[in-house]
């Protein structure tokens, strides 16, 4: 019996009909004019709001993508419900959106799930947006791919490089990973106020500085170097789980570009409470 995980986002935090969201993802996509000619590459970092939020920064990333033939994209997303150590994996045949059917690679998923810190666990995935948020736009520029979920959950220091170690095993030539991540969450919603919020000028500049901060960290693979500064900081990246396995496994192999930023301050005016969106794409050594 073949098993579908349906999605829970269609109507909300992307169109449901499939025209309708054929034509908002390929909206989005024409609006990253001229597309970086970055192939083939290991990696993107990119956001996981809702489409009239981040998809923009999203397709930033998403539009490099194209020009090269990956046959598996690896999504590295963060658990914001689930509570857990480790890697959850969704042994399921495909993700369903209103564009169709994601198949995933089954074979994969079984070699990671003789990994240590990884295991088959469906709850997390059941309300989770941060992976199922990407996949309508692989659909569009890498349609028939096959997809690796990875949620990940707590990581004490030394099991970064354990499940770097297990993804290794899938960073082959015709696979890219897609890193789910926002950047700075900020307002008393997120319980973050480095600053005060005297005003958007203000509040968009100490905003960018962190989130750069952060990002020049990211695009030079420094994996220890991002962790202390999240740290010393306390940014409220919510994919930095993600972002810190990916750069334990990339290393300082290729810098990444960053292709995209921006902040949710941009889209609503709203600046007391506001989510930074970056896409940052990383070049495979060839």
Do not use: N
Not at 75 to 82: G, K
Not at 174 to 185: L, Q
Not at 238 to 245: E, F, S
Not at 252 to 281: F, K, M, N, W
């Amino acid at each position: 019996m073949t098993r579908i995980k349906h999605s829970t986002l269609a109507g909300t935090w992307y169109a449901a009909g499939e025209s309708r969201l054929r034509e908002q993802v390929d909206d989005l996509l024409r609006t990253v004019q001229p597309v970086p000619t970055i192939v083939p590459l290991a990696g993107l970092v990119v956001p996981h709001a809702g489409f009239a939020y981040s998809g923009r920064a999203a397709a930033a990333g998403y539009a490099c993508l194209g020009a090269t033939a990956y046959r598996r994209v690896v999504i590295l997303a963060p658990s914001h419900f689930a509570s857990f150590r480790g890697a959850a994996l969704l042994d399921v045949d495909g993700f369903e959106t209103p564009l169709g059917t994601v198949a995933v690679d089954r074979d994969a998923v079984a070699a990671l799930k003789r990994q240590p810190l990884f295991r088959e666990d469906a709850a997390p995935y059941r309300e989770e947006h941060s992976l199922e948020i990407q996949l309508p736009f692989l659909q569009r520029v890498l349609p028939g791919v096959q997809v690796v979920p990875v949620l990940l959950g707590g990581l004490a220091a030394d099991d970064y490089a354990t499940v770097a170690g297990a993804l290794r095993l899938l960073a082959v030539a015709d696979t890219v990973f897609v890193v789910s991540s926002d950047f700075v969450h900020y307002g008393s919603r997120f319980d973050y106020l480095p600053f005060p919020p005297a005003g958007a000028e203000q509040v968009r500049d100490g905003l960018r500085a962190l989130d750069m901060g952060a990002i020049a960290l990211v695009c030079a693979g420094d994996a220890a170097g991002f962790g202390r500064y999240v740290a010393e900081t306390g940014v409220t990246i919510c994919g930095r789980l993600p972002i810190g396995v990916f750069l334990t496994l990339h290393g300082q192999r290729t810098p990444g570009q960053l292709l995209a930023y921006y902040t949710s301050l941009d889209v609503t005016r709203d600046y007391e409470h506001c989510v930074s969106y970056a896409s940052i794409a990383f070049p495979r050594l060839v």
